[in-house]
């Protein structure tokens, strides 16, 4: 293990900070509660979706460094599209268009490494949402089991706080929710992020609680423009999602995330 003084993160978030690191590089130093074999997950996970063609940051290996656990990264200049959105709203049919894009790009990828099962990685987070009334989650658990399961790549978390605008191009980022699964429950992901935002006090300005919900619609009919079909499913797969979210227990989402995952018992 290695002493190295490394300056101020360049970021903090949940897990990890962001430091600069050497030759066009960043380190992810995780915090010591963040175990090492979820690092070694997100590894693999990143070395999967390299693999298979998609824009993302090229990963380096794990290291130890001042008593704790990190996984270098290529850094990547650029801003997220949800800054770009909030600076430029009057974009947002480009924004939603190319986030529609990258998403029927990424869901036409079968991943060549295994990564973690869909709809096990859902029905944990069902299970361990404590806020989910019980007859609720008997109803969501039965309907989980009768959708389609897919082997597809998907990202799990896909929003434009996760893609990087750059000179280069978009990337992708936040890899560590990604799973091979069924395209619907991604894209119901997605949906979910954006209209519980409108819903809660996670977003309060007025004039963009209108431009993300224009944002969502462009994106939704652009997504089934490139890859039509799948509507119906896509409605079967919100209350399922809905339900696994309240996991990250959020309180300002947790009567709207409820209500859409009761509407199961009215499927």
Excluded at 181 to 193: H, L, Q
Excluded at 257 to 264: D, E, V
């Amino acid at each position: 293990m290695t002493d190295i003084p490394l300056g101020d993160p360049i970021a903090h978030g949940r897990t990890a900070d962001i430091y600069t690191w050497q030759d066009g590089q960043v380190l992810k130093l995780f915090h010591n509660w963040f175990d090492l074999e979820s690092i070694q997950k997100e590894a693999h996970i990143a070395c999967a979706v390299q693999a298979i063609g998609l824009p993302v940051p090229r990963v380096g290996k794990i290291i130890q460094l001042n008593g704790r656990n990190g996984l270098i990264y290529e850094r990547i200049n650029g801003h997220s599209m949800l800054e770009a959105l909030q600076k430029k709203p009057w974009r947002f049919l480009h924004y939603a268009q190319c986030q529609a894009a990258l998403q029927a790009q990424m869901h036409s990828k079968v991943p060549d490494i295994q990564l973690p099962p869909q709809k096990q990685r859902l029905e944990n987070k069902i299970r361990s949402a404590n806020a989910l009334p019980a007859h609720i989650r008997s109803a969501i658990l039965s309907a989980l089991n009768t959708l389609p399961e897919g082997d597809r790549i998907c990202h799990g978390d896909f929003h434009p706080g996760n893609i990087l605008l750059t000179s280069h191009g978009v990337v992708i980022i936040d890899w560590i929710d990604a799973t091979t699964g069924n395209p619907m429950a991604d894209v119901a992901r997605s949906s979910i992020i954006a209209l519980g935002a409108i819903a809660s006090d996670q977003i309060t300005n007025l004039f963009m609680k209108a431009i993300i919900r224009v944002f969502h619609d462009t994106w939704f009919r652009h997504y089934f423009g490139l890859r039509p079909g799948g509507e119906q499913e896509y409605r079967c797969w919100l209350p399922i999602v809905a339900a696994a979210r309240l996991s990250e227990n959020m309180p300002e989402l947790e009567s709207w995330l409820i209500s859409l995952a009761q509407k199961t018992q009215e499927n």
